[in-house]
């Protein structure tokens, strides 16, 4: 599947909606639509916060005003054990994964398919992602379109790394980096 390839028909009875899921690192929330995955959370403090963080991100875009939780359906599921999978250790790239990018930015939407194409265990510098979309001068927008990522780790924005490959600028904290990066070092 594309990076903006629409829900199958399977959708259609829970067209709109989000849940939460267990994941190895805790209660990661997710929340889909017509278009695809609107969203993904990685865990907060505990589900309820894991929640409102998942619903707050989705700001005033195209979404309904209430997103209702529901089953999800067939290719939300397999987006989950693909997340799940992934931070249980499992190299997975979740590139197959289909995003609902209607909201994001034409420069985000390269920016995201660049991070999309690292490979576990393997990371980037800002510089390096900025050289591929033409100048290494777009490093700091490359670190702002990553820092409001709204799909980790399907988009894997904690595979970019400072200059001198320090860990910078990760939303989710900087031990929540280190320890996504540590999960896949024994992917490489």
């Known amino acids: 599947m594309s990076l903006d390839a629409p829900l199958n028909a399977d959708a259609q009875e829970a067209a709109w ?23 993904v959370q990685l865990p907060e403090a505990d589900a309820p916060a894991t929640q409102a963080r998942l619903l707050r991100g989705l700001g005033q875009g195209t979404y309904p005003q209430v997103l209702p939780p529901a089953a999800p359906p067939a ?35 390269q920016v995201y ?41 399907v988009v894997p924005c904690h595979r970019v790394l400072g200059r001198d490959g320090s860990l910078t600028g990760y939303a989710g904290g900087l031990p929540r980096k280190a320890a996504l990066l540590a999960l896949e070092q024994g992917m490489a």
């Not at 994941?23 to 969203?39: D, M």
């Open 17 to 39: 909606g989000h849940t939460l899921f267990d994941t190895a690192l805790g209660p990661c929330g997710i929340a889909w639509g017509p278009g695809g995955i609107a969203a």
């Open 113 to 153: 398919a660049l991070a999309r194409a690292i490979p576990p265990g393997q990371t980037r510098t800002y510089g390096e992602v900025a050289e591929q979309l033409g100048s290494k001068g777009l490093s700091r927008a490359v670190g702002q379109a990553l820092g409001l990522n709204p799909f980790a780790p």
């Open 75 to 109: 290719v939300v599921r397999h987006a989950i054990a693909g997340i799940q999978g992934l931070l249980a250790g499992q190299a997975l790239d979740l590139r197959e994964v289909p995003l609902d990018i209607s909201g994001v930015s034409a420069f985000h939407q």
